[in-house]
């Protein structure tokens, strides 16, 4: 199976950046779509950005679109996520997540196969 481990989450001032990591062990993730998503306290699990298995194609969400970025290193099992410019909405705990279907590039929670445990990130004012 497929195990996923978040990190790189913290405490970071406002229009200030992080970087979070996703290392996965067991199958590699060469042949998976990858995502991110956060969820907020009292709020519902949102989508962040996915990439496809090649790293070919990126989407993102509108909130995030221009700020954030997603990459992957295949031959290092791991997935990214730059987070530039961070706003205090950001503010949310960010898990990565494995959709296993090919050719398909996950948006909502309902594709995603395996998830990791998420990394904690706040944004002060």
């Known amino acids: 199976q497929v195990q996923l481990v978040e990190s790189g989450g913290g405490l970071v001032q406002a229009g200030g950046s992080l970087r979070l990591s996703c290392a996965a062990s067991?199958?590699?993730?060469?042949?998976?779509?990858m995502a991110w998503f956060r969820q907020a306290p009292g709020k519902e699990r949102e989508f962040v950005a996915s990439?496809?298995?090649?790293?070919?194609?990126?989407y993102y969400a509108d909130s995030v679109k221009g700020r954030f970025t997603i990459s992957r290193d295949n031959a290092k099992n791991t997935v990214y996520l730059q987070m530039n410019s961070l706003k205090p909405e950001d503010t949310a705990i960010y898990a990565c997540?494995?959709?296993?279907?090919?050719?398909?590039?996950?948006?909502?929670?309902?594709?995603?196969?395996?998830w990791g445990q998420g990394t904690q990130v706040t944004v002060s004012s």
């Open positions: 067991g199958r590699t993730l060469s042949s998976y779509a």
């Open positions: 990439i496809t298995w090649n790293g070919g194609t990126t």
């Open positions: 997540a494995a959709d296993k279907i090919p050719g398909r590039i996950p948006t909502v929670a309902r594709q995603i196969d395996y």
